[in-house]
């Protein structure tokens, strides 16, 4: 092991990595935001560390402009972090007067169906991941309340039943007279009145990145004879909403920008109208996409509309603009994306996010980003630029410098993946609800014929995809590899891998990787070279040494899932670590190990000392974890003449049915020794950020 170090170290301030939790560890009491927070299982907990960086985020638009005595958004940055998972503990800390980041960390059912919690100024209410739902009810700020971050947040299902409900105003946001408001990257549906209501002189308030869908009177803005608010909206899909898209009543500046208004086809909702520029409101709006809508554009004589760089697409009806309205850069800087890239980059970009960032603002940190990043389209059907995987991997230019996304629609990508070395800064991401609806997957094994007749695949051949170019993300997807075990038992080995990466810096957040035998090769471009991994919010499924190989891997908040084997046995190991001397291996912290197999079958791991070398020093720790029964009670086992207990294995704190006391078989760390082997220590510098 590493040598001791102070305990105080462990105590140090840790970067803090935003990322998200699959529901089975939502349940185990496990939070969701970063490895600076601990697993909790009281309904509230504080933490006196720094204060992350999505905790400090500052808003864009118009509610970072200096006013009425507040100077910009930020929330409630200098509080308290606190996390809640019930409403008595949600409404304590949002009606409280001091400030307060709020962590939403699994899904809250309001009671009675329809409340509205009546938020306080200096307030950061933040959905954990992607687990922070509000189900039945919504939020309120009144008169005078301020500085207000509402964000990652699902809110939904407080319909009830009526589609122009008169009777039920139960809205997901509902502001009175509030200013320095910021709601941003929620996916707000299904709700009885509005989804965003801002009324009766409510100002200097910024909407962007949220999905809103699946309603009639969706975000309303006005309902004063005043001319008053000032309000930027801007990179929102609204998507199966009526009418309010929005209505913009008495607005002294509406600054509308980079928005998708999509009309769906086949759906029971219908568009009335888009967006709507009433009484004495100014509108500027540019480089929206406007998609099948209904009266995409509509005015009343006394407003004003200046329209720049919009798209249209299968429309009808008004589509007006008329008189002079106001120039948004004198109140604040932007960057438009190109209206023609709108849908895709909202599609994928939009709602909550298992990442939310790590800059002073998320929202313009994440424009920046997808105006300097290119997006590929894929899609089987012919709707995107490219009909499979590797062809848009193929079009990313050589030694390219920026992030190229290659946006995948659902389906089956029946296919292998090469991203050459000389590619880097490419992300696959999955368009649709879940990470199943994208699935790429192949059947090669070790031993399979290649089909140009040279031979036959080695393990590493054999992988659905490979990533050999540095970072590296996927998001949003499952990667498979379907080998059929049974039905090839004249080969001699079965390793058939789903996704093998031979670089540094790879970002794998919120996917499944699963196979049976070799399932996640984590290697590097070469036995001197350092290959740092991190895998979060994901699922990674098999049953033989299926994660495997010589990188410096993390496996993080993740679900480790046990299969039997192809004629119903249970028998596995969950790693096998090939690490070089002096580097760090396989590192498996916050997760939970289990699946439908038999009891103390499955061994943690063993050194795989490849192709015989001795000087290979393989490393698993798994620490933080819950282990099912399916854990053996001696967890480790040696592998082809080489002794585990020669290398590097050893847990930490872990629980479950699987876990177990010290022994000279089951070797645990001291707090010193832990205290070197936390996430940060396995990333080295290195904060893996979405993009």
Do not use: C
């Amino acid at each position: 092991m590493s040598e001791h170090r102070s305990t105080a170290r462990h105590r140090r301030s840790k970067t803090f990595l935003a990322v998200g939790l699959p529901l089975a560890l939502t349940t185990a009491g496990v939070l969701a935001y970063g490895t600076g927070f601990v697993p909790q299982r009281a309904s509230a907990a504080t933490t006196a560390a720094a204060a992350p960086a999505w905790a400090t985020a500052v808003a864009d638009g118009f509610a970072s402009v200096d006013a009425l005595g507040q100077n910009g958004t930020y929330g409630g940055r200098d509080g308290r972090t606190v996390t809640v998972r019930t409403q008595a503990d949600l409404e304590k800390y949002a009606t409280a007067a001091e400030p307060y980041v709020i962590v939403v960390a699994g899904t809250i059912t309001m009671n009675p169906v329809g409340k509205e919690i009546k938020v306080a100024s200096d307030k950061t209410i933040v959905g954990s991941g992607t687990s922070g739902h509000i189900v039945g009810g919504g939020f309120f700020l009144g008169q005078g309340v301020h500085n207000v971050i509402i964000r990652n947040l699902t809110i939904r299902d407080a319909y009830q039943g009526v589609w122009n409900d008169k009777e039920h105003d139960f809205d997901a946001v509902q502001m009175d007279g509030a200013h320095h408001v910021w709601i941003d990257h929620n996916d707000l549906r299904n709700m009885a009145d509005g989804l965003i209501d801002v009324r009766k002189d409510s100002t200097y308030v910024t909407v962007s990145w949220n999905r809103l869908s699946q309603n009639n009177k969706t975000f309303g803005i006005g309902w004063t004879e005043n001319v008053t608010t000032d309000i930027t909206i801007h990179h929102n899909w609204f998507r199966e909403t009526e009418q309010r898209n929005p209505s913009t009543d008495n607005a002294a500046h509406a600054h509308l920008y980079n928005n998708f208004l999509e009309d769906v086809a086949g759906t029971s909702i219908n568009s009335s109208y888009g967006n709507y520029s009433r009484g004495g409101t100014r509108m500027v709006l540019e480089n929206s996409y406007f998609q099948g809508m209904r009266n995409p554009v509509i005015k009343d004589a006394t407003a004003t509309i200046v329209q720049r760089g919009n798209v249209f697409s299968g429309t009808s009806g008004r589509n007006e603009s008329g008189g002079t309205a106001f120039d948004p850069k004198a109140y604040y800087s932007y960057t438009l994306d190109s209206a023609a890239n709108v849908p895709s980059l909202l599609k994928s970009g939009t709602g909550p996010r298992s990442t939310i960032g790590t800059t002073a603002s998320a929202a313009a940190e994440a424009s920046t980003k997808a105006a300097a990043a290119t997006t590929l389209t894929v899609a089987q059907d012919g709707t995107g630029q490219y009909r499979t995987v590797q062809a848009a991997v193929n079009a990313v230019p050589a030694n390219n410098s920026s992030r190229v996304v290659v946006s995948i629609k659902p389906g089956t990508y029946r296919e292998t993946v090469k991203v050459p070395s000389n590619k880097p800064h490419v992300t696959f991401q999955g368009t649709g609800g879940s990470r199943k609806d994208t699935v790429i997957v192949y059947n090669n094994a070790s031993g399979t014929k290649k089909p140009d007749g040279s031979g036959t695949y080695g393990t590493s051949g054999s992988a659905t995809v490979a990533v050999e170019a540095d970072d590296f993300q996927a998001r949003n997807l499952t990667i498979s590899n379907d080998f059929d075990e049974g039905a090839n038992q004249s080969l001699s080995g079965h390793q058939a891998v789903a996704l093998r990466t031979a670089a540094d810096k790879v970002f794998l957040d919120g996917v499944i990787v699963e196979g049976d035998q070799d399932t996640l090769l984590l290697d590097t471009a070469a036995k001197d070279r350092l290959g740092r991994v991190y895998v979060t919010n994901s699922y990674v499924v098999g049953n033989v040494d299926f994660i495997f190989g010589r990188a410096t891997a993390v496996i993080d908040r993740s679900v480790i899932t046990l299969k039997k084997r192809w004629d119903g046995t249970s028998a596995g190991y969950v790693t096998a670590p090939s690490t070089a001397a002096n580097r760090k291996g396989i590192l498996i912290a916050n997760s939970t190990v289990n699946g439908a197999v038999s009891d103390r079958t499955f061994y943690l791991g063993r050194p795989w000392h490849a192709g015989g070398d001795a000087s290979l020093d393989p490393q698993t720790t798994v620490r933080n974890t819950s282990l099912s029964a399916a854990i053996r009670t001696t967890p480790w086992t040696d592998m082809s003449g080489f002794s585990w207990k020669d290398d590097r294995f050893a847990e930490y704190k872990n629980t479950g049915a699987g876990s177990g006391s010290v022994s000279s078989n089951r070797p645990h760390l001291t707090d010193a020794q832990a205290a070197d082997q936390e996430v940060v220590d396995w990333l080295a510098g290195w904060t893996p950020t979405a993009s």
